[in-house]
């Protein structure tokens, strides 16, 4: 999908009419997904999954080396005219919607199903609905970008409280 975008975005900055839109329609039939020629995607960022099922709101920014879950929406919150700007080395779970004028900044980690609706510090691990800070990244024992598959086992079972 993001060789798709690269294609539509090259023809929307040149002004070449009509093709980003048939591009963009190519994707929404292979992929479920609608991601307008206009937004920013950064080098180096990708889809989980190619991207199926995401959404885009028209104009969204997205910097570099970020790791976009599977179903990520960004979504307009009226009555404001900005839309989600995201930085730079970002990992976004799957099912995450980032809504309304927010920015997340550099080296940040949104937990999946988690919903955004204020602008995020850099270094931050939030999750939830609405999301909240749970966590800092310079406190992980890994690097999320690096996908290590180092343990075995499973995690360990849940256990009743009561």
Do not use: W
Not at 6 to 22: D, E, G, Q, S, T
Not at 49 to 72: D, Q
Not at 95 to 108: K, S, Y
Request: hydrophobic share 40%.
């Amino acid at each position: 999908m993001m060789h798709l975008y690269r294609i539509a975005r090259y023809l929307y900055k040149h002004r070449i009419p009509f093709l980003p839109k048939i591009i963009q329609g190519l994707i929404f039939l292979l992929f479920n997904s609608r991601i307008t020629p206009d937004t920013i995607i950064g080098k180096g960022t990708y889809f989980a999954y190619r991207g199926v099922s995401s959404v885009l709101v028209s104009g969204t920014v997205i910097g570099n080396n970020c790791v976009l879950g599977l179903r990520f929406s960004t979504v307009r919150k009226f009555p404001y005219k900005n839309v989600p700007k995201l930085g730079n080395d970002i990992y976004v779970g799957p099912n995450v919607v980032i809504m309304g004028p927010v920015i997340v900044e550099d080296n940040v980690i949104i937990a999946a199903n988690s919903v955004v609706n204020r602008s995020v510090p850099a270094g931050g691990i939030v999750g939830g609905i609405p999301a909240k800070i749970i966590g800092h990244i310079h406190d992980l024992e890994y690097d999320i970008f690096s996908n290590p598959k180092y343990k075995e086992g499973y995690a360990e079972y849940l256990t009743d409280k009561k």
